[in-house]
């Protein structure tokens, strides 16, 4: 019995948005430096600022980040952060995740969004 041929097999449509393909990590940086670095470090064993250190964001569990104190909506939210769920997010963080303690207003221009998460995409492996 083959379980390789078993495995559940997902449609490219029904596959998550691969956000970062579509985005140029240059210029996402910028949206970075100007948007988000004054609360945000993306580096391997960065410090927590005012929000938490961005390091292994894509697929990690809302609320995660070791020694960072999030809102308890953020820890109960639930879902593993993706690239799709970032684009969603960073629109309106806290329609995304109401009582979030993210006090920012968000990105409304979805090519500045998908440039920032093909920054963010590189920048936190």
């Known amino acids: 019995f083959n379980f390789v041929s078993q495995q559940a097999h997902v449609p490219p449509e029904k596959s998550p948005i691969k956000m970062g393909k579509e985005g140029n990590a240059e210029k996402g ?9 004054q609360c945000h470090t993306v580096n391997a064993g960065g410090k927590h600022k005012v929000g938490p250190n961005l390091n292994g964001l894509i697929g990690r569990q809302t609320g995660q980040a070791e020694g960072f104190s999030y809102s308890k909506s953020n820890i109960q939210k639930g879902i593993v952060w993706s690239e799709e769920h970032l684009f969603t997010y960073l629109e309106n963080p806290k ?30 492996k």
């Open 95 to 124: 329609k995304f995740i109401p009582g979030t303690k993210m006090v920012f207003a968000g990105i409304k221009k979805e090519g500045e969004r998908k440039d920032l998460i093909a920054y963010l995409v590189e920048a936190t």
């Open 29 to 37: 940086k910028k949206v970075f430096v100007t948007k988000c670095a």
